[in-house]
């Protein structure tokens, strides 16, 4: 499980890649690299990592459920997630 110090700075770079998407567009439009430059560089969405919602981890990380394989795995064995079922053959 990933520490909260590390969550809590994932979620607050995602507010603010929310906050000034519009502001980033536009100067991107109009070609303003240094009006770019003067954003703060969290608000960036490249700086974002996909993590797993349920503990924070980055790697294993399912796009489709948003979640890791870890928690995949133990959800999909209790039964949490429907319509997966363990294989076997």
Do not use: H
Request: glycine share 8%.
């Amino acid at each position: 499980m990933a520490r909260e110090s590390v969550k809590a700075r994932q979620r607050k770079r995602e507010k603010m890649v929310v906050k000034y998407a519009s502001k980033r567009a536009a100067l991107k439009a109009a070609g303003d690299y240094e009006g770019l430059d003067a954003l703060p560089r969290n608000s960036s969405a490249v700086r974002l990592k996909n993590r797993c919602q349920i503990t924070g981890r980055p790697r294993g990380y399912m796009r489709y459920f948003g979640i890791c394989r870890n928690a995949f795995r133990d959800m999909a064995l209790d039964g949490k997630i429907p319509g997966v079922r363990k294989a076997s053959w």
